[in-house]
């Protein structure tokens, strides 16, 4: 059964940093291209970053480039995401999700919950 | 960078009702256009994938249509659990954008 769990989430200071991660179980990381998606409160979802599966390929939305980077550790089955610069607009719910078929994403952790306040 | 419009971005309907969301992408996006249905403090949930392909356990009353830049989620009869927010997305490109959601409400 696929299980996608996220943590790190936490308050932190704009400026600051925070590493989410993402542990995944029944399926290889290197098999399926994993993304990172948020939803800020009252918002819709955004797309922020994808690791292609087997060539781990990295991309990111505009709203998080250069600030933000994707990685995975496949011996610990773990997906993450470094935000640095952190700013009050990446105050949201952070999902990981699956691909699926057609690229589509067909499975989803319950999300983790950054705020940015001072 | 693909924009998705979804329309409209809410509507009220009575169960039993025959709803239709559109998502127009702003270029030809193939068949890399996929909907989920999100409930209040839930994850986004896969309804249908590739177009008109429904994941499995979704219920057959839900369907997808459409082709280039013109896609139409359809819920033929809706039912109480199907209050929700809808989202198209495309993944033919990345970034992989979403439709601002279409919120179905009684």
């Known amino acids: 059964e696929v299980q996608l769990v996220e943590s790190g989430g936490a308050l932190v200071h704009p400026g600051g940093s925070l590493r989410l991660s993402c542990a995944a179980s029944?399926?290889?990381?290197?098999?399926?291209?994993m993304n990172w998606v948020r939803q800020a409160p009252g918002k819709g979802l955004e797309w922020i970053s994808c690791i292609m599966g087997t060539i781990g390929t990295t991309y990111y939305a505009d709203s998080v480039k250069g600030r933000f980077t994707i990685s995975r550790d496949s011996a610990k089955s773990s997906l993450f995401l470094q935000m640095n610069s952190l700013r009050d607009e990446d105050t949201a719910i952070y999902y990981c999700?699956?691909?699926?078929?057609?690229?589509?994403?067909?499975?989803w952790g319950q999300g983790t919950v950054v705020t940015v306040s001072s | 960078d693909i924009r998705m419009t979804q329309s409209p971005s809410s509507l009220s309907a009575s169960v039993g009702d025959r709803v239709t969301i559109t998502c127009r992408a702003s270029?030809?996006?193939?068949?890399?256009l996929h909907w989920y249905q999100q409930k209040p403090g839930k994850a986004p949930k896969l309804l249908i994938y590739?177009?008109?392909s429904l994941q499995s356990g979704v219920p057959s009353r839900f369907s997808g249509s459409g082709s280039g830049t013109d896609f139409t989620l359809t819920i033929s009869s809706l039912q109480p659990e199907d209050f929700a927010t809808y989202y198209c997305?495309?993944?033919?490109?990345?970034?992989?954008?979403f439709g601002q959601g279409t919120k179905v409400e009684i």
């Open positions: 997305q495309q993944t033919y490109s990345t970034p992989r954008t």
């Open positions: 590739g177009v008109s």
């Open positions: 270029q030809i996006i193939t068949s890399y």
């Open positions: 999700a699956r691909d699926y078929s057609g690229s589509s994403l067909g499975y």
């Open positions: 029944g399926f290889s990381l290197t098999s399926y291209t």
